[in-house]
């Protein structure tokens, strides 16, 4: 669902992927019930470690304030837009992008 949400490209720089890398914006260490929904998942390119899903590990604060990282303590993904390469977005729980205005 997230990778056809997302149309297979990196929610962050666009790039077209073969094999898409999902992302946990809340981590996954972080074990809570709403880890897999749809809203608290996007498709970045790279590894943990490499592409836009490294430089969301590697920059913490940037990537919060871009929506790609949320709290431990925010149980809502929902509510917190993401900066994509097409703008501000908000995913929801239904496998949908809702255009924001920030």
Same mark, same amino acid.
């Given at each position: 669902?997230?990778?056809?949400? *997302?149309? !297979?490209?990196?929610?962050?720089? &666009?790039? +077209?992927? *073969?094999? =898409? ?14 880890l897999n ?10 590894? &943990?470690?490499?592409?836009?899903? =490294? ?12 929506? +790609?990282?949320?709290?431990? +303590?925010?149980?809502? /993904? ?6 994509? !390469?097409? &703008?501000?977005?908000l995913p929801?729980?239904? &496998?949908?992008?809702? /255009?924001?205005?920030?």
């Amino acid at each position: 669902m997230v990778l056809t949400r *997302d149309r !297979w490209r990196c929610v962050r720089c &666009g790039k +077209y992927l *073969d094999a =898409g890398s999902i992302h946990h914006r809340r981590m996954r260490s972080h074990k809570w019930p709403g880890l897999n929904l749809p809203s608290n998942l996007l498709t970045l390119c790279g590894s &943990g470690t490499t592409g836009c899903h =490294g430089w969301a590990h590697a920059h913490p604060a940037q990537a919060r304030e871009d929506g +790609y990282l949320v709290s431990a +303590y925010n149980d809502h /993904p929902e509510t917190i837009p993401v900066h994509t !390469w097409k &703008g501000w977005m908000l995913p929801d729980n239904t &496998g949908q992008w809702v /255009p924001q205005v920030v």
